[in-house]
């Protein structure tokens, strides 16, 4: 009997194996980076990124969001590829319009900086950053269209560039300079052949109805993604005003090696995304949904807890042993991780709508809850200050777009069932702070997760769909 893998769950591999590539080289990369660079120059380059993180945000705009929110449901395929072209042509606008502010603005910009970064070295991550909106259009019109292989070798290819071009441009001693003339490179390599493939596809237009309509639902979006920087950028420099480019470094490797969080959640997340407002409008869409939602919440628990106990084993094998109290950080920031992954999948009732502002409200209330707890905790506490305060306020953004995205789309979710994984997930990853031997480590892991896995499997959390069980039993 010749038995296939669903096309959904091969394309969900694909998907998520390209991003866990992606993610996985560079985290793979990062002893040997950490070999070939200072402590004091890796955490200037992590102060550069927090620049790439806030100037990524006004730049993409949230404009793959839109283009899944309008494009994404339209059943007309001619005007679908017209809305493809036309947001792909604002796209271009906004980063070119960005590389042209970015080049002259970076003089200024390295001068406010004291010195973490130069002016060239600037110009080379905003031109990068320019790059993304030829980048990350294409890359969602291809999700959206289930290209998973274009994806995946579009997506790969870069990363194995840059990969390459990391290790010759350290051994000519390039130091930071080199690391962001290899992602320029490998951005733009992408950038070309993406370009070629949307263009093809879809041609390249602009239209003022489509833009406007575009900007009232991804504004909100972006200012988002704005008040977010507080979260996840603005904590790196105030641990730099208060303690040292030394302890950024720390932070930032834990902060690397709990990424795999994300990465393993990719192979769902990014079949999901595009494709959760069709079934939420399909039949029987609202149990659906909320049956994918709590597979979702449940893998993202399991892998949590995965990442958190085989984290610190993993840095104590591969990094220098400068950076030994890594190990200690990186559990609390998988768990923050781990509120984040879970909040952006509950948050669908916030984005069913025309516009995305309730984001703007949540994200900006849960900002400023954490910004105020960073700059109270962290001169006392260093980097567990920073881990508390992001602690809590993601744990504020998961119960608050929970709780408004139940009122705005009800949906009937098994919460008492999850809510117990979570407990007992949790509770592991309290564990795994204690001080262990690399054996008893290991056994932990085993056991942590065979425990986690029978109670998923006992509360019915975890089961495929019924048409990918029929398709796996080969009817």
């Known amino acids: 009997m010749n038995r296939k893998l669903p096309d959904a769950l091969k394309q969900a591999l694909l998907y998520g194996s390209s991003i866990a590539l992606m993610k996985g080289i560079s985290l793979l990369m990062l002893p040997y980076v950490a070999h070939h660079m200072s402590t004091q120059d890796f955490g200037r380059l992590e102060i550069i990124s927090t620049i790439a993180i806030i100037a990524s945000v006004l730049i993409g705009m949230g404009l ?29 606008i906004i980063g070119l319009g960005a590389w042209l502010l970015g080049w002259q603005g970076a003089p200024a910009l390295a001068t406010a900086m004291n010195g973490a970064a130069s002016p060239y070295e600037l110009r080379l991550m905003l031109s990068i950053l320019a790059l993304e909106g030829c980048i990350s259009i294409p890359l969602a019109w291809l999700r ?30 390039r130091g930071v300079a080199g690391m962001l003339e290899a992602g320029l490179i490998a951005a733009a390599l992408q950038a070309l052949v993406l370009s070629y493939l949307q263009i093809r596809s879809t041609g390249l237009g602009l239209s003022r109805q489509t833009a406007w309509q575009a900007l009232i639902y991804s504004l909100p979006l972006t200012g988002s993604g704005l008040v977010a920087f507080t979260l996840n950028g603005l904590d790196r420099w105030i641990l730099a005003q208060h303690s040292s480019l030394d302890e950024v470094a ?17 192979p769902f997340s990014m079949w999901w995304t595009p494709r959760r407002f069709a079934i939420l409008k ?24 995965l990442v958190g106990l085989c984290a610190p084993l993993l840095i104590h094998w591969l990094m220098p042993a400068n950076y030994a109290n890594a190990s200690l950080y990186v559990i609390g920031l998988v768990a923050v991780l781990l509120l984040k992954e879970m909040t952006e999948l509950v948050n669908l009732g916030c ?47 998961l119960i608050l777009f929970f709780k408004i995205s139940q009122r705005l789309l009800p949906l ?27 054996t008893q480590q290991m056994v932990l892991i085993i056991v942590a997760l065979s425990s986690l896995l029978v109670i998923a499997k006992f509360l019915k959390l975890i089961v495929l769909p019924a048409h990918w069980q029929r398709s796996l039993a080969g009817h």
């Open 64 to 92: 793959d969001h839109t283009l899944f929110r309008f494009a994404g449901v339209c059943p007309d395929q001619h005007q679908r590829r017209r809305l493809g072209a036309e947001i792909y042509g604002l796209a271009l």
């Open 412 to 438: 009937p979710y098994p919460t008492d069932s999850v809510l117990l994984l979570g407990v007992v997930s949790f509770a592991w990853l309290s564990v795994a702070l204690l001080n262990k031997s690399e």
């Open 144 to 173: 959206m269209h289930n290209q998973a292989s274009c994806f995946f070798l579009a997506t790969t290819g870069r990363a194995l560039t840059q990969a390459l071009l990391v290790v010759v441009l350290l051994r000519a001693e």
């Open 250 to 266: 720390l932070f930032s490797v834990a902060a690397k090696f709990a990424l795999p969080v994300v990465l393993l959640l990719q």
């Open 282 to 305: 399909g039949d029987n869409g609202h149990q659906r949904t909320a049956n994918f939602i709590a597979f979702g919440l449940s893998l993202a628990l399991i892998i949590g807890v």
């Open 351 to 397: 984005l069913s709508g025309e516009t995305t502002g309730i984001q703007l409200f949540i994200n900006t209330t849960a900002a400023g809850l954490g910004l105020m707890a960073m700059l109270w905790w962290v001169p006392p506490y260093g980097v567990w200050g920073v881990i508390a305060a992001l602690l809590c306020a993601q744990a504020l953004r």
